[in-house]
């Protein structure tokens, strides 16, 4: 290090970091030969090499000028790059942040390129080790990322919650309770608009002796077989739900009964022409439906409907089975 009057530059900083005590690390560097010409002894602690004549050997231990080096910016009078961890601030510094590989630290730097009265252009540096908060903060991140993890997969838990006790396990379709949750909705909003609405109760016909004869598991696949016709016959629009056992009900928006029969129809012959493949037999199994249709100037609330499309389901059962009824055929 070459010698070098350090009154100046002491009066240019502002508080007395001069000392072998200080904690923050101070280097002096002789520009633009970049030749340290000054470190006091917390600068020396972790330096690379203290008998190097150039900045980048003796405090980072480089071959090469460093690529992150600020000089090159102050010595243009520029202002400092645009980065987070970077300001300019009023007095001519720039300051930022940067680990040190050498002394495996992270410092924060304070560094002012200024010309002497002997004219020699110098670049001081000040360090402080800043360490203890970046593992701070490191840690308080990981907290955050933590907490934010755990909260996601309590609020998808929820959600899943949400979805499993609105849905029948068995079909994945709607299960009883969100049915008449959703009616109560369906009916606000037909009241209002005066649109018509159909309902349809759908049975399997005689699956107790399905069960009897080939056992539940055949039951399950026969429910399952016409949860998934029911599902492909409808309409985005349209709600079915498994309401118990052999039982399914469909809410039909925006139909009135004429077109609700249609569609009760089709699904009767849909499920005809069916069957489950049970071992090397085939379970075939008919169902029956009754239909009704909302009446805006009678009904209060949907299940006044739901009970009549009911009584029409008995009607057809009655009658013979694999049958669809309106409910108007039951005076008839």
């Known amino acids: 290090m070459t010698d070098l009057d350090y009154s100046e530059i002491k009066d240019l900083i502002s508080i007395d970091i001069f000392n072998d ?52 910016t102050l010595l243009a009078n520029l202002k400092s790059e645009v980065h987070p961890s ?9 300051v930022y942040e940067h680990f040190n590989e050498v002394a495996n630290r992270w410092y924060q730097l304070q560094e002012k390129v200024v010309k002497l009265k002997d004219f020699r252009t110098v670049l001081i540096s000040i360090a402080l080790d800043i360490s203890l908060q970046k593992e701070a903060q490191s840690k308080l991140i990981d907290t955050h990322v933590k907490l934010t993890k755990q909260t996601q997969a309590l609020q998808e838990a929820k959600a899943q919650l949400k979805e499993q006790a609105n849905h029948d396990p068995l079909t994945n379709m709607y299960n009883r309770r969100y049915f008449n949750e ?8 037909i009241k209002r608009s005066k649109e018509p609405l159909s309902l349809l109760m759908i049975d ?24 998934l016709k029911l599902q492909e016959a409808i309409r985005e629009s349209d709600i079915a739900a498994r309401i118990g056992g052999e039982e399914f009900a469909l809410i039909l ?28 037999k ?51």
């Open 86 to 94: 970077q300001t300019t601030v009023d007095n001519g510094y720039i």
């Open 204 to 227: 399997i016909d005689k699956f107790k002796n399905i069960n009897d004869t080939y056992g539940h598991h055949v039951g399950d696949k026969v429910i399952k077989l016409l949860a």
């Open 21 to 72: 005590t200080s904690l923050f690390a101070v280097s002096v560097i002789d520009l633009p030969k970049y030749e340290l010409v000054y470190a006091n002894q917390a600068m020396k602690n972790i330096m690379s090499d203290l008998t190097a004549v150039n900045c980048w050997e003796s405090v980072y231990g480089q071959e090469s000028p460093c690529m992150w080096c600020k000089a090159p």
């Open 282 to 332: 085939s379970v075939t199994f008919t169902v029956s439906i009754g239909v009704d249709e909302f009446e805006h100037t009678k009904d209060d609330n949907l299940f006044t409907a739901l009970n009549r499309a009911d009584a029409a389901l008995y009607l057809a059962k009655a009658s013979g089975r694999n049958r669809v009824c309106l409910y108007s055929e039951i005076d008839s």
């Open 253 to 280: 928006p925006n139909t009135d009964k004429e077109r609700a029969l249609e569609l009760a129809q089709k699904i009767r012959k849909d499920m005809e022409m069916s069957s489950c493949k049970v071992d090397d």
């Open 182 to 189: 959703i009616a109560q909705k369906i009916v606000a909003i």
